[in-house]
C-alpha cells in the first residue's frame, strides 16, 4: 500500500506556500490548508475525499487569493462528533472559520458535499458571501425522494445515497477496506479514472480507513432528510452564483437554479466527469478565476 504523508507535508507539496492548520471553530476542530494572497477563497471538498481534491488547482488559484481548503465537518483530520451534519450547521462551520480568520465576507467553491454546505452557507449567511462556485452538485430538495435503487437498462443510479444511511453496516463492510470503496466511486464517476492517481486515492482510501471516519462521512448523507427541509425555507439566493458542471448534471443545474437563484450561471466542464478539479483542472482553474475575479 502506497504511503500516505501527513497533512504537513501534503500542504508543503504545493507551490503557494499553503500550510496546514487547525481551529476550534462552532464546537467543533477544522482542520484547513492555507495559502497565497489576495481576497478569500474557501475550497470545500466532498466524498470521498478531502481538502487534496483540490491540490492540482490551488497553487494556481493561490496567485491572486488566499486560498483556503477545508476538512469539512466529519472529514479528514477534522473533528468527527456524533452530530451536526446538516449542511446548516456546517455552514456555520466555515462562517466561524472566516471569522476565525479575520474575514466578513467571502468567496466559497464548494464540490459535492462542500457545495451543498456552499448552497446553505449562500442562504443562511448571505452577508457574509460574495460569490459562490457550485462543482456537480446543488442543494438536496424534495425530488431526490425520488431517486431510484432500481436501474433500469443503461440508467443510472447512485446506490450510494442509500448504502451511506445504512446505521453501522457500512463502518462494519468497510474498516480497513476503504481503498475497495475508493476505487470503485471513482473509477464509476471519471470521464477518465486515470485523473485521479494511486497515490491520490490511497491518501483518500486513508481519510475513510476507520470506523469513525467512515461514520462521519455518512453522517452527511443521514442529514439528507433535515437539508430537504431546511431548502424549503431558503427563498431566492441572493448572492452571485455559478455552477460548474459534469454533462450528466449540467441540465439539472440550470433547472434548480432557474428557480432558486437571482443571479446565476451554469458552465459545462467539457471532458470530466464528477471530479472536475482533479479530472479537468485547467478549465476550473479558469472558470473560477474569471468569475471570482469579476
Known sequence: MTSVPSDIELARSLDGGFESRHAVVNGIDLHYV???QGDPLFLLGGWPQTWWQFHKIM???????QVIAVDLRGMGSSGKPESGYDKKTMAGDIL????????EQ???AGHDIGAI?????????????????????????????KLSVLARPGQFVPWWFAFNQVPDLPE?????????????????LTADPAAISDFDRSVYAHAYSTPEAIR???GWYRAFSQDIEDEKKYGFLTPQITALTS???????RAMLSRTALHATVVKIEGSGHFLAEEQPEAVVRELAGFFGE
Open 59 to 65: 497553487p494556481a488559484l493561490a496567485e491572486r487569493h
Open 96 to 103: 466561524a472559520l472566516a471569522r476565525h480568520l479575520g474575514h
Open 34 to 36: 492555507i495559502g497565497g
Open 172 to 188: 462494519k463492510l468497510l474498516e480497513g477496506r476503504s481503498r475497495i470503496l475508493v476505487d470503485a466511486m471513482l473509477d464509476l
Open 117 to 145: 454546505v456552499a448552497y446553505s452557507f449562500a442562504a443562511d449567511h448571505p452577508e457574509a458571501a460574495r460569490r459562490i462556485a457550485l462543482l456537480d452538485v446543488l442543494h438536496p430538495e424534495e425530488g431526490w425522494y
Open 106 to 108: 467571502v468567496d466559497i
Open 247 to 253: 454533462g450528466h448534471t449540467y441540465e439539472m443545474a
Open 216 to 218: 462521519a462521512g455518512n
